[in-house]
Protein backbone atom coordinates (compact mmCIF):
# COMPACT_ATOMS: atom_id res chain seq x y z
CA UNK A 1 0.00 0.00 0.00
CA UNK A 2 1.15 3.66 -0.75
CA UNK A 3 1.04 6.10 1.52
CA UNK A 4 1.55 10.14 1.32
CA UNK A 5 4.61 10.39 3.93
CA UNK A 6 6.76 7.26 5.20
CA UNK A 7 9.19 7.84 8.42
CA UNK A 8 11.53 5.34 8.56
CA UNK A 9 13.32 3.86 11.14
CA UNK A 10 12.96 5.88 14.31
CA UNK A 11 12.81 5.80 18.04
CA UNK A 12 9.03 5.95 17.99
CA UNK A 13 8.47 8.01 21.40
CA UNK A 14 4.68 7.85 21.08
CA UNK A 15 3.64 10.77 23.88
CA UNK A 16 1.83 8.91 26.15
CA UNK A 17 5.22 8.05 28.38
CA UNK A 18 5.53 4.60 27.26
CA UNK A 19 8.28 2.89 26.32
CA UNK A 20 10.20 3.85 22.93
CA UNK A 21 10.90 1.29 20.10
CA UNK A 22 12.29 1.48 16.61
CA UNK A 23 9.83 1.82 13.94
CA UNK A 24 8.14 3.39 11.30
CA UNK A 25 4.82 6.03 10.68
CA UNK A 26 2.95 6.38 8.33
CA UNK A 27 1.14 9.43 7.16
CA UNK A 28 -1.69 9.43 4.65
CA UNK A 29 -3.05 13.22 4.20
CA UNK A 30 -3.01 15.25 7.61
CA UNK A 31 -3.57 12.03 9.22
CA UNK A 32 -1.72 8.72 10.79
CA UNK A 33 -2.13 5.73 9.27
CA UNK A 34 -0.35 3.42 11.03
CA UNK A 35 2.92 3.29 13.39
CA UNK A 36 4.97 0.40 13.63
CA UNK A 37 6.06 -1.47 11.06
CA UNK A 38 4.89 0.08 7.52
CA UNK A 39 5.47 -2.67 4.58
CA UNK A 40 3.99 -0.34 1.95
CA UNK A 41 6.15 2.67 0.01
CA UNK A 42 5.94 6.36 0.81
CA UNK A 43 5.11 9.37 -1.78
CA UNK A 44 8.19 10.84 0.13
CA UNK A 45 9.88 8.98 2.46
CA UNK A 46 12.35 9.98 5.15
CA UNK A 47 14.83 8.26 7.11
CA UNK A 48 15.05 9.05 10.80
CA UNK A 49 18.06 6.89 11.06
CA UNK A 50 17.34 6.04 14.26
CA UNK A 51 16.68 9.67 15.69
CA UNK A 52 13.38 10.00 17.84
CA UNK A 53 10.07 10.42 15.86
CA UNK A 54 7.87 12.45 18.34
CA UNK A 55 4.54 14.16 17.82
CA UNK A 56 4.62 18.12 17.41
CA UNK A 57 4.86 19.81 20.58
CA UNK A 58 2.07 22.35 22.16
CA UNK A 59 2.66 25.32 23.79
CA UNK A 60 0.23 26.74 25.91
CA UNK A 61 1.16 30.06 26.70
CA UNK A 62 2.18 32.15 23.34
CA UNK A 63 1.15 35.26 22.65
CA UNK A 64 1.11 35.00 18.49
CA UNK A 65 -2.16 37.00 18.92
CA UNK A 66 -0.86 40.17 16.18
CA UNK A 67 2.41 38.05 14.88
CA UNK A 68 0.00 35.69 13.42
CA UNK A 69 -1.31 38.26 11.48
CA UNK A 70 2.27 39.07 9.53
CA UNK A 71 4.35 36.38 10.29
CA UNK A 72 2.60 33.05 9.42
CA UNK A 73 5.42 30.79 9.97
CA UNK A 74 4.61 31.62 14.02
CA UNK A 75 9.00 32.07 14.45
CA UNK A 76 10.65 31.47 16.92
CA UNK A 77 8.10 28.81 18.16
CA UNK A 78 7.77 26.73 14.53
CA UNK A 79 11.73 26.38 14.54
CA UNK A 80 11.85 24.41 18.40
CA UNK A 81 9.60 21.95 17.25
CA UNK A 82 6.25 23.12 18.15
CA UNK A 83 3.17 22.29 16.09
CA UNK A 84 0.28 23.78 18.03
CA UNK A 85 0.12 27.05 20.22
CA UNK A 86 -2.40 28.89 22.19
CA UNK A 87 -2.63 32.41 21.70
CA UNK A 88 -4.80 35.04 23.67
CA UNK A 89 -3.36 34.30 27.35
CA UNK A 90 -2.96 36.76 30.29
CA UNK A 91 -6.48 37.94 29.30
CA UNK A 92 -5.26 40.12 26.28
CA UNK A 93 -6.77 39.81 23.01
CA UNK A 94 -7.85 41.49 20.06
CA UNK A 95 -11.73 39.88 20.06
CA UNK A 96 -14.04 40.56 20.77
CA UNK A 97 -13.57 44.40 19.57
CA UNK A 98 -15.95 47.01 18.38
CA UNK A 99 -14.06 48.87 15.64
CA UNK A 100 -13.39 52.38 17.79
CA UNK A 101 -11.47 50.07 20.50
CA UNK A 102 -9.15 48.63 18.07
CA UNK A 103 -6.45 51.52 18.93
CA UNK A 104 -7.14 50.75 22.92
CA UNK A 105 -6.46 47.46 22.61
CA UNK A 106 -3.77 47.37 20.42
CA UNK A 107 -2.35 50.00 23.09
CA UNK A 108 -3.04 47.57 26.05
CA UNK A 109 -0.91 44.56 23.62
CA UNK A 110 2.22 47.23 23.51
CA UNK A 111 2.16 48.15 26.97
CA UNK A 112 1.35 44.46 28.76
CA UNK A 113 3.07 42.24 26.11
CA UNK A 114 5.74 44.74 24.57
CA UNK A 115 4.63 44.33 20.77
CA UNK A 116 4.59 47.45 18.89
CA UNK A 117 0.96 49.54 18.30
CA UNK A 118 2.45 50.61 15.42
CA UNK A 119 2.59 47.43 14.16
CA UNK A 120 0.01 45.99 15.28
CA UNK A 121 -2.36 48.65 14.05
CA UNK A 122 -0.56 48.27 10.37
CA UNK A 123 -0.15 44.67 10.25
CA UNK A 124 -3.36 43.26 11.63
CA UNK A 125 -6.24 43.37 8.90
CA UNK A 126 -8.77 44.27 11.63
CA UNK A 127 -11.53 42.74 9.67
CA UNK A 128 -13.45 41.16 12.54
CA UNK A 129 -15.48 42.22 15.80
CA UNK A 130 -16.65 38.86 17.42
CA UNK A 131 -13.99 36.06 18.48
CA UNK A 132 -15.26 34.11 15.66
CA UNK A 133 -14.44 36.48 12.62
CA UNK A 134 -10.96 36.90 14.72
CA UNK A 135 -10.47 33.29 14.26
CA UNK A 136 -11.45 33.35 10.63
CA UNK A 137 -8.87 36.30 9.78
CA UNK A 138 -5.86 34.63 11.42
CA UNK A 139 -7.38 30.94 9.15
CA UNK A 140 -6.88 33.06 6.15
CA UNK A 141 -3.51 34.02 6.50
CA UNK A 142 -2.49 30.41 6.33
CA UNK A 143 -0.18 29.80 9.16
CA UNK A 144 2.39 26.97 9.27
CA UNK A 145 1.34 25.73 12.80
CA UNK A 146 -2.03 24.99 14.63
CA UNK A 147 -3.34 27.71 16.73
CA UNK A 148 -5.85 27.60 19.27
CA UNK A 149 -7.21 30.74 21.20
CA UNK A 150 -8.34 31.84 24.37
CA UNK A 151 -10.80 35.03 24.44
CA UNK A 152 -9.47 37.67 27.11
CA UNK A 153 -11.32 39.32 30.02
CA UNK A 154 -10.32 42.76 29.24
CA UNK A 155 -11.27 42.94 25.62
CA UNK A 156 -14.06 41.48 26.75
CA UNK A 157 -15.12 44.25 29.39
CA UNK A 158 -14.07 46.90 27.20
CA UNK A 159 -16.76 45.77 24.69
CA UNK A 160 -19.29 45.82 27.28
CA UNK A 161 -18.62 48.49 29.28
CA UNK A 162 -16.68 50.81 27.04
CA UNK A 163 -13.13 52.41 27.55
CA UNK A 164 -13.00 54.23 30.63
CA UNK A 165 -15.32 52.78 32.91
CA UNK A 166 -13.70 49.11 32.10
CA UNK A 167 -10.93 49.78 33.49
CA UNK A 168 -11.71 51.06 36.93
CA UNK A 169 -15.47 50.21 37.56
CA UNK A 170 -16.71 47.46 38.37
CA UNK A 171 -19.71 46.11 36.43
CA UNK A 172 -23.22 46.37 36.82
CA UNK A 173 -25.00 43.17 37.16
CA UNK A 174 -26.40 43.72 33.58
CA UNK A 175 -23.06 44.20 32.67
CA UNK A 176 -21.61 40.99 34.73
CA UNK A 177 -24.17 39.32 32.17
CA UNK A 178 -23.31 40.70 29.19
CA UNK A 179 -19.81 40.03 30.08
CA UNK A 180 -20.07 36.36 30.78
CA UNK A 181 -22.29 36.11 27.99
CA UNK A 182 -20.26 37.45 25.37
CA UNK A 183 -17.42 35.07 26.85
CA UNK A 184 -19.13 32.15 26.37
CA UNK A 185 -20.84 33.21 23.06
CA UNK A 186 -17.04 33.60 21.62
CA UNK A 187 -16.28 30.26 23.14
CA UNK A 188 -19.40 28.53 21.62
CA UNK A 189 -17.82 30.66 18.31
CA UNK A 190 -14.15 28.98 18.70
CA UNK A 191 -12.38 30.25 21.31
CA UNK A 192 -10.99 26.66 23.57
CA UNK A 193 -11.47 29.14 27.27
CA UNK A 194 -11.41 32.31 28.75
CA UNK A 195 -8.53 33.70 30.04
CA UNK A 196 -7.51 37.01 32.88
CA UNK A 197 -5.34 38.46 34.77
CA UNK A 198 -4.55 39.67 37.88
CA UNK A 199 -1.07 40.88 37.98
CA UNK A 200 -1.43 44.74 38.76
CA UNK A 201 2.04 45.06 37.06
CA UNK A 202 0.39 44.98 34.06
CA UNK A 203 -0.96 48.01 33.06
CA UNK A 204 -1.91 49.70 29.65
CA UNK A 205 -0.56 53.08 28.35
CA UNK A 206 -2.01 55.61 31.03
CA UNK A 207 -0.24 53.17 33.55
CA UNK A 208 -3.26 51.94 34.99
CA UNK A 209 -3.70 48.13 35.88
CA UNK A 210 -5.59 46.56 32.65
CA UNK A 211 -9.48 46.09 32.44
CA UNK A 212 -10.39 43.09 34.75
CA UNK A 213 -7.29 43.47 37.05
CA UNK A 214 -9.70 43.56 40.20
CA UNK A 215 -12.73 41.64 39.14
CA UNK A 216 -14.58 40.71 42.10
CA UNK A 217 -15.60 36.93 42.71
CA UNK A 218 -19.14 37.77 41.53
CA UNK A 219 -17.78 39.07 38.12
CA UNK A 220 -15.39 35.95 37.73
CA UNK A 221 -18.01 33.07 39.27
CA UNK A 222 -20.67 34.50 36.32
CA UNK A 223 -18.16 34.32 33.55
CA UNK A 224 -16.69 30.94 35.02
CA UNK A 225 -20.04 29.48 34.86
CA UNK A 226 -20.42 30.54 31.14
CA UNK A 227 -17.19 29.12 30.55
CA UNK A 228 -18.18 25.74 32.26
CA UNK A 229 -21.63 25.75 30.22
CA UNK A 230 -20.01 26.09 26.81
CA UNK A 231 -17.23 23.42 27.77
CA UNK A 232 -14.12 25.94 27.58
CA UNK A 233 -11.37 25.95 29.96
CA UNK A 234 -9.64 28.38 32.89
CA UNK A 235 -6.98 30.53 32.70
CA UNK A 236 -4.84 32.80 35.20
CA UNK A 237 -2.41 34.91 35.72
CA UNK A 238 -2.42 35.76 39.21
CA UNK A 239 -1.02 38.46 41.58
CA UNK A 240 2.01 36.98 43.10
CA UNK A 241 2.68 39.02 46.20
CA UNK A 242 -0.53 37.24 47.64
CA UNK A 243 -0.71 33.78 46.51
CA UNK A 244 -2.76 31.98 48.99
CA UNK A 245 -5.84 34.21 48.40
CA UNK A 246 -5.19 34.10 44.77
CA UNK A 247 -5.20 30.48 44.80
CA UNK A 248 -8.36 30.30 46.87
CA UNK A 249 -10.04 32.31 44.03
CA UNK A 250 -8.83 30.44 40.97
CA UNK A 251 -10.02 27.25 42.93
CA UNK A 252 -13.47 28.85 42.79
CA UNK A 253 -13.99 29.77 39.76
CA UNK A 254 -12.50 26.17 38.66
CA UNK A 255 -15.33 24.55 41.06
CA UNK A 256 -18.09 26.84 39.77
CA UNK A 257 -17.72 26.05 35.72
CA UNK A 258 -16.55 23.09 36.34
CA UNK A 259 -13.50 22.96 34.03
CA UNK A 260 -9.72 22.31 33.40
CA UNK A 261 -8.22 25.12 35.18
CA UNK A 262 -4.71 26.57 33.38
CA UNK A 263 -2.03 28.96 35.24
CA UNK A 264 0.97 30.54 35.10
CA UNK A 265 3.32 29.11 38.00
CA UNK A 266 6.55 30.61 37.65
CA UNK A 267 8.73 28.56 40.68
CA UNK A 268 7.62 30.79 44.21
CA UNK A 269 9.40 29.18 47.17
CA UNK A 270 7.14 29.06 49.95
CA UNK A 271 7.16 29.19 54.03
CA UNK A 272 6.77 26.54 56.64
CA UNK A 273 7.72 23.45 54.53
CA UNK A 274 5.52 24.57 51.49
CA UNK A 275 8.47 23.78 48.94
CA UNK A 276 6.61 26.19 46.07
CA UNK A 277 3.94 28.10 47.90
CA UNK A 278 1.65 26.43 45.42
CA UNK A 279 1.58 22.87 47.47
CA UNK A 280 -1.21 23.11 49.98
CA UNK A 281 -3.82 25.01 47.31
CA UNK A 282 -2.96 22.26 45.03
CA UNK A 283 -3.71 19.29 47.33
CA UNK A 284 -7.03 20.92 48.11
CA UNK A 285 -7.58 21.59 45.11
CA UNK A 286 -7.60 18.04 43.54
CA UNK A 287 -9.20 16.76 46.78
CA UNK A 288 -12.22 19.07 45.49
CA UNK A 289 -12.01 17.55 42.27
CA UNK A 290 -9.97 20.27 40.27
CA UNK A 291 -8.45 19.40 37.43
CA UNK A 292 -5.77 21.70 37.81
CA UNK A 293 -2.42 22.45 35.58
CA UNK A 294 0.66 24.76 35.98
CA UNK A 295 3.43 26.51 33.77
CA UNK A 296 6.80 26.91 34.46
CA UNK A 297 9.56 27.78 32.56
CA UNK A 298 12.47 24.71 32.59
CA UNK A 299 15.15 27.07 33.05
CA UNK A 300 15.37 31.04 34.37
CA UNK A 301 13.09 33.25 32.54
CA UNK A 302 14.65 37.06 32.19
CA UNK A 303 15.77 39.87 30.07
CA UNK A 304 18.27 40.20 27.33
CA UNK A 305 20.45 42.90 28.03
CA UNK A 306 22.93 44.24 25.28
CA UNK A 307 24.53 46.92 23.10
CA UNK A 308 21.74 45.86 20.53
CA UNK A 309 18.64 45.56 23.39
CA UNK A 310 17.01 48.37 25.41
CA UNK A 311 17.63 46.66 28.55
CA UNK A 312 20.08 48.77 29.85
CA UNK A 313 21.27 50.49 33.51
CA UNK A 314 19.07 52.86 34.91
CA UNK A 315 21.39 55.24 35.55
CA UNK A 316 20.85 59.02 33.56
CA UNK A 317 23.77 58.37 31.35
CA UNK A 318 22.75 55.50 29.42
CA UNK A 319 19.11 57.56 28.64
CA UNK A 320 22.24 59.16 26.37
CA UNK A 321 23.12 55.63 25.22
CA UNK A 322 19.57 54.51 24.52
CA UNK A 323 18.53 57.20 22.16
CA UNK A 324 21.57 55.75 19.94
CA UNK A 325 21.47 53.28 16.97
CA UNK A 326 23.82 50.08 17.53
CA UNK A 327 26.71 51.60 15.28
CA UNK A 328 26.34 54.80 17.54
CA UNK A 329 26.31 52.99 20.53
CA UNK A 330 29.47 50.40 19.77
CA UNK A 331 31.52 54.04 18.98
CA UNK A 332 30.36 56.00 21.96
CA UNK A 333 31.57 52.97 24.22
CA UNK A 334 34.67 53.28 22.89
CA UNK A 335 35.40 56.49 23.35
CA UNK A 336 36.95 57.16 27.18
CA UNK A 337 35.32 60.27 27.97
CA UNK A 338 32.00 58.73 27.09
CA UNK A 339 32.52 54.94 28.34
CA UNK A 340 33.84 56.89 31.83
CA UNK A 341 30.27 58.95 31.95
CA UNK A 342 28.45 56.01 32.09
CA UNK A 343 30.57 54.02 34.34
CA UNK A 344 30.82 57.14 36.65
CA UNK A 345 26.68 57.36 36.54
CA UNK A 346 26.17 54.02 37.11
CA UNK A 347 28.52 53.74 40.31
CA UNK A 348 26.29 57.20 41.27
CA UNK A 349 22.99 55.04 40.89
CA UNK A 350 22.22 53.22 44.35
CA UNK A 351 21.15 49.51 43.63
CA UNK A 352 22.56 49.26 39.91
CA UNK A 353 25.51 47.21 41.01
CA UNK A 354 23.48 44.66 43.50
CA UNK A 355 21.41 43.98 40.90
CA UNK A 356 23.97 43.02 38.27
CA UNK A 357 24.27 39.64 40.64
CA UNK A 358 21.17 38.62 38.02
CA UNK A 359 22.86 39.03 35.06
CA UNK A 360 24.63 35.91 33.64
CA UNK A 361 26.46 35.92 30.16
CA UNK A 362 25.13 33.39 27.88
CA UNK A 363 28.65 33.22 25.71
CA UNK A 364 29.28 33.58 22.14
CA UNK A 365 29.38 29.70 21.60
CA UNK A 366 26.37 28.43 19.07
CA UNK A 367 24.47 27.04 22.11
CA UNK A 368 23.88 29.26 24.80
CA UNK A 369 24.63 28.56 28.41
CA UNK A 370 21.09 29.53 30.32
CA UNK A 371 22.64 27.18 33.57
CA UNK A 372 25.16 29.49 35.12
CA UNK A 373 25.09 29.84 38.93
CA UNK A 374 25.59 32.99 41.24
CA UNK A 375 29.31 32.71 41.14
CA UNK A 376 29.41 33.06 37.55
CA UNK A 377 26.87 36.13 37.61
CA UNK A 378 28.13 39.14 36.33
CA UNK A 379 28.75 40.90 39.78
CA UNK A 380 30.90 37.70 40.82
CA UNK A 381 33.00 38.36 37.81
CA UNK A 382 33.31 42.20 38.14
CA UNK A 383 34.12 41.89 41.77
CA UNK A 384 36.90 39.12 40.80
CA UNK A 385 38.48 41.62 38.13
CA UNK A 386 38.68 44.67 40.64
CA UNK A 387 35.46 46.41 38.61
CA UNK A 388 32.13 48.22 38.95
CA UNK A 389 29.97 45.44 37.26
CA UNK A 390 28.66 48.26 34.75
CA UNK A 391 32.79 48.61 33.50
CA UNK A 392 32.76 44.89 33.17
CA UNK A 393 29.24 45.02 31.01
CA UNK A 394 31.24 47.52 28.90
CA UNK A 395 34.30 45.75 28.56
CA UNK A 396 32.50 43.06 27.64
CA UNK A 397 30.45 44.68 24.94
CA UNK A 398 33.65 45.87 23.73
CA UNK A 399 35.66 42.67 23.23
CA UNK A 400 32.11 40.97 21.71
CA UNK A 401 32.12 44.15 18.47
CA UNK A 402 28.49 44.26 21.09
CA UNK A 403 27.73 41.20 20.03
CA UNK A 404 27.04 40.07 23.68
CA UNK A 405 23.99 39.12 25.71
CA UNK A 406 23.33 38.94 29.73
CA UNK A 407 20.58 37.06 30.69
CA UNK A 408 18.82 38.94 33.42
CA UNK A 409 16.77 36.56 35.60
CA UNK A 410 13.90 37.56 37.13
CA UNK A 411 11.74 33.86 38.05
CA UNK A 412 13.09 30.30 38.49
CA UNK A 413 16.34 31.73 39.58
CA UNK A 414 17.87 28.88 41.02
CA UNK A 415 17.82 25.76 38.60
CA UNK A 416 18.05 22.73 41.26
CA UNK A 417 15.00 23.72 43.12
CA UNK A 418 13.46 24.34 39.69
CA UNK A 419 14.18 20.91 38.90
CA UNK A 420 11.98 19.24 41.72
CA UNK A 421 9.55 21.84 40.54
CA UNK A 422 9.63 20.17 37.07
CA UNK A 423 8.63 16.93 38.76
CA UNK A 424 5.44 17.61 39.75
CA UNK A 425 2.83 15.96 38.32
CA UNK A 426 0.71 19.15 38.09
CA UNK A 427 3.60 21.06 36.25
CA UNK A 428 3.90 21.45 31.98
CA UNK A 429 6.83 23.32 30.53
CA UNK A 430 5.95 26.58 29.18
CA UNK A 431 5.52 30.32 29.50
CA UNK A 432 8.24 31.27 27.26
CA UNK A 433 5.65 34.06 26.01
CA UNK A 434 6.28 33.53 21.98
CA UNK A 435 5.04 36.56 19.83
CA UNK A 436 5.51 38.83 23.37
CA UNK A 437 8.07 41.42 24.80
CA UNK A 438 9.41 40.91 21.76
CA UNK A 439 12.59 43.57 22.25
CA UNK A 440 13.30 42.80 25.50
CA UNK A 441 12.93 38.54 26.19
CA UNK A 442 13.69 35.25 24.42
CA UNK A 443 12.50 32.59 26.08
CA UNK A 444 10.06 30.48 23.19
CA UNK A 445 13.02 27.85 22.62
CA UNK A 446 11.97 26.28 25.94
CA UNK A 447 11.04 23.43 24.13
CA UNK A 448 14.62 22.52 22.74
CA UNK A 449 16.36 23.51 26.20
CA UNK A 450 13.95 20.96 27.99
CA UNK A 451 15.41 18.05 25.57
CA UNK A 452 19.14 19.64 26.00
CA UNK A 453 19.79 19.95 29.30
CA UNK A 454 17.02 18.25 31.32
CA UNK A 455 16.49 15.22 29.20
CA UNK A 456 20.62 14.55 27.85
CA UNK A 457 23.21 16.70 29.57
CA UNK A 458 21.13 16.10 33.38
CA UNK A 459 19.05 12.76 32.70
CA UNK A 460 16.34 14.15 35.52
CA UNK A 461 13.45 12.82 33.03
CA UNK A 462 13.96 10.11 30.21
CA UNK A 463 13.04 11.36 26.81
CA UNK A 464 9.19 9.31 27.14
CA UNK A 465 8.12 11.37 29.99
CA UNK A 466 10.13 15.02 28.35
CA UNK A 467 8.02 14.37 25.05
CA UNK A 468 4.76 13.61 27.16
CA UNK A 469 5.06 16.91 29.06
CA UNK A 470 5.16 18.41 25.96
CA UNK A 471 2.55 16.82 23.94
CA UNK A 472 0.03 14.66 25.36
CA UNK A 473 -0.10 16.26 28.44
CA UNK A 474 -0.56 19.69 27.06
CA UNK A 475 -2.69 18.42 24.39
CA UNK A 476 -5.35 16.95 27.16
CA UNK A 477 -5.65 20.40 29.10
CA UNK A 478 -7.18 22.24 25.94
CA UNK A 479 -9.08 19.57 24.47
CA UNK A 480 -7.31 18.00 21.75
CA UNK A 481 -8.25 14.56 21.50
CA UNK A 482 -7.05 14.35 18.07
CA UNK A 483 -3.11 15.35 18.58
CA UNK A 484 -0.22 14.87 20.90
CA UNK A 485 0.30 11.21 20.92
CA UNK A 486 1.50 8.96 17.39
CA UNK A 487 -1.19 6.64 16.71
CA UNK A 488 -3.46 5.73 13.97
CA UNK A 489 -6.38 7.68 13.53
CA UNK A 490 -4.37 10.56 14.92
CA UNK A 491 -3.84 13.93 13.27
CA UNK A 492 -0.35 14.04 11.98
CA UNK A 493 1.87 16.41 13.83
CA UNK A 494 5.08 14.95 14.25
CA UNK A 495 9.33 16.14 15.08
CA UNK A 496 12.37 14.09 13.69
CA UNK A 497 14.62 15.45 16.33
CA UNK A 498 18.41 14.46 16.35
CA UNK A 499 18.47 14.09 20.89
CA UNK A 500 22.29 14.12 20.50
CA UNK A 501 22.45 17.55 19.00
CA UNK A 502 19.28 19.75 19.92
CA UNK A 503 19.51 22.99 21.71
CA UNK A 504 18.42 26.56 21.46
CA UNK A 505 20.89 29.03 19.33
CA UNK A 506 22.07 32.17 20.55
CA UNK A 507 19.18 34.95 20.54
CA UNK A 508 19.35 37.44 17.87
CA UNK A 509 18.03 40.92 17.36
CA UNK A 510 16.31 41.36 14.04
CA UNK A 511 13.89 43.72 12.22
CA UNK A 512 11.63 41.91 10.09
CA UNK A 513 8.38 43.25 11.69
CA UNK A 514 5.87 45.81 10.43
CA UNK A 515 7.70 48.98 9.41
CA UNK A 516 11.37 47.75 10.68
CA UNK A 517 10.28 47.34 13.93
CA UNK A 518 12.70 45.05 15.63
CA UNK A 519 12.39 41.81 17.76
CA UNK A 520 14.23 38.56 19.11
CA UNK A 521 14.55 35.57 17.55
CA UNK A 522 15.96 32.28 18.31
CA UNK A 523 16.60 29.57 15.95
CA UNK A 524 17.29 26.23 17.20
CA UNK A 525 19.63 22.56 15.98
CA UNK A 526 18.85 19.15 16.06
CA UNK A 527 14.87 19.26 14.05
CA UNK A 528 15.61 17.02 11.21
CA UNK A 529 11.80 17.54 10.55
CA UNK A 530 8.49 18.82 11.75
CA UNK A 531 5.24 17.64 10.01
CA UNK A 532 2.15 19.91 10.39
CA UNK A 533 -0.80 17.89 9.32
CA UNK A 534 0.92 16.06 7.37
CA UNK A 535 3.18 18.59 5.63
CA UNK A 536 6.91 19.16 6.17
CA UNK A 537 6.99 22.18 7.60
CA UNK A 538 10.88 22.20 8.84
CA UNK A 539 13.61 20.37 7.36
CA UNK A 540 17.20 20.11 9.14
CA UNK A 541 16.24 23.21 11.10
CA UNK A 542 15.03 25.42 8.22
CA UNK A 543 11.40 26.22 6.78
CA UNK A 544 10.11 24.49 3.80
CA UNK A 545 7.56 27.04 3.07
CA UNK A 546 4.71 24.87 3.60
CA UNK A 547 1.51 26.04 5.86
CA UNK A 548 -0.59 23.90 6.56
CA UNK A 549 -1.24 24.77 10.13
CA UNK A 550 -5.00 25.00 10.75
CA UNK A 551 -7.10 27.12 13.82
CA UNK A 552 -8.51 24.55 16.18
CA UNK A 553 -11.60 25.42 17.38
CA UNK A 554 -13.69 24.25 20.28
CA UNK A 555 -16.22 21.78 19.49
CA UNK A 556 -18.00 21.63 22.96
Not at 184 to 191: F, L, Y
Not at 251 to 267: C, D
Request: hydrophobic share 40%.
Amino acid sequence: MAHDLVIRDGLIVDGTGAAGFRGDVAIDGDTIAAVGKVDGTGTREINANGNAVTPGFVDLHTHFDAQAGWDPLLTPASWHGVTTALIGNCGVTFAPCKPSDQTTLAGIMETVEDIPKRAIMEGLAWDWESYGEYLDSIERLGPAINLAGLVGHCASRLYVMGEERAIEDHPTDDEVKQIADLVGRSIKEGAVGFSSNRLPGHVGPDGRSIPGTFAKPGELQAIARSVGQAKGILQFVLNYSNLADEMDLITAQAKEAGTRLLFSAPFNPGAEGDFTGYDKAITSMRADGVDVSGLTLPRSGGFLSGLKTDILFAAPAFEDLRKMDFDARLKAIRDDNFRTKLIDSARATPGIAERTSDYYYIGSADRPNYTKGREESLASIAKAAGEHPVETWLRVMDETNGEALFHVRFFNHNLNQVSEFLKADWILPGIGDAGAHVSQIMDSGWPSFLLAHWHRDEGLFNVEEAVRKMTSAQARVIGLTDRGVLAEGKRADINVIDLDRVAERQPKLVHDFPNGAPRLIQKAVGYEATVVNGAVMLEKDEHTGERAGQILRNRG
